[in-house]
């Protein structure tokens, strides 16, 4: 089951999670309020599925709600999610294969729609 989590964070702030079963898939930066992480995953779930992918590793460029694939340090690549205003808003784990990537970004566009919120704090 999909669903996105809000958590607490360090210093009393919140974080969100988009998991499929216990597998994290996107993760959020710190929030100081959970009213701000509620309207991350509004934002998420309304933007998400018409967002275009931009494929950094092969030097597209893009503007406006987008997934980017991105290559790690490591060689390995991973998803993030940026608001209209260039903000990144969740980012996944490492894949060793960018086809890994592509699936966790169409994972959040066909599911984050529909899937439950849960309140973890």
């Not at 969740?90 to 970004?105: D, F, G, L, P, Q």
């Amino acid at each position: 089951m999909h669903k996105f989590s809000i958590v607490s964070g360090a210093g009393g702030q919140f974080r969100v999670r988009f998991s499929y079963n216990s597998e994290i898939m996107v993760w959020s930066e710190n929030y100081t309020s959970k009213s701000s992480a509620n309207n991350c995953i509004e934002s998420i779930k309304a933007n998400a599925p018409s967002a275009p992918v931009v494929d950094l590793t092969a030097d597209e460029t893009g503007s406006g709600y987008r997934f980017e694939i991105e290559k790690s340090k490591n060689g390995e690549f991973f998803v993030r999610f940026r608001a209209s205003n260039g903000e990144i808003m969740v980012r996944s784990e490492t894949y060793t294969s960018k086809a890994s990537a592509k699936n966790c970004i169409e994972s959040v566009q066909q599911r984050a729609p529909d899937a439950p919120v849960e309140d973890e704090t």
